[in-house]
């Protein structure tokens, strides 16, 4: 039986959830939610269909010493929701820079998840980022306003490969002073 790595990540409380580094445990709920292609086109990374073992091996990433990026699930079960209701991260870009990711799972789209998550984030600012930049698609109107609601400047137009859609998707990138 493989165990739970202990991470070097704290746990960030939120009003509704905590923010907790991800746990094998974790696997079929992340497979469950990325698994639907309305949550993966909106991603850059997540595939669709997801291949066997890529949540498993994403979980791994998360929970090595040597990772590039941090991630909380977006956990409820304190408050009686959903162990994952969503996860977010920060990769590390650069000295004191992140770049923030995240995502909701659907049945929780609309809830004020997100903007939560990102807010209990920049106030614990874990990784001591003195700037955190973001970029979403352009057609995911609702991320945008995650990010202006939590205090990102626009900074321009771009576009990322987005590997569920297999293209290239128009972005708007994003950026937040924090020091």
Do not use: C
């Not at 996860?87 to 998840?113: C, H, M, S």
């Amino acid at each position: 039986m493989k165990h739970d790595m202990i991470v070097n990540q704290p746990v960030i409380e939120a009003e509704r959830f905590v923010l907790r580094p991800l746990r094998r445990s974790d696997l079929g709920l992340i497979e469950m939610y990325a698994g639907q292609e309305e949550l993966a086109r909106m991603t850059s990374s997540v595939p669709h269909p997801l291949p066997p073992g890529s949540v498993e091996a994403y979980i791994a990433r998360a929970q090595s010493d040597e990772r590039v990026e941090d991630v909380w699930a977006m956990d409820g079960s304190a408050a009686g929701g959903a162990e994952v209701m969503g996860v977010i991260g920060l990769k590390r870009v650069d000295l004191n820079q992140t770049e923030i990711g995240y995502w909701v799972a659907p049945a929780f789209w609309n809830t004020g998840l997100a903007s939560e998550a990102v807010s209990a984030l920049i106030a614990a600012n874990p990784l001591m980022s003195d700037t955190i930049f973001a970029a979403v698609f352009q057609d995911n109107p609702a991320s945008a306003r995650v990010l202006t609601n939590g205090g990102f400047q626009y900074l321009g137009d771009a576009e990322s490969f987005s590997v569920a859609r297999n293209a290239a998707v128009p972005t708007w990138t994003y950026s937040l002073k924090l020091s």
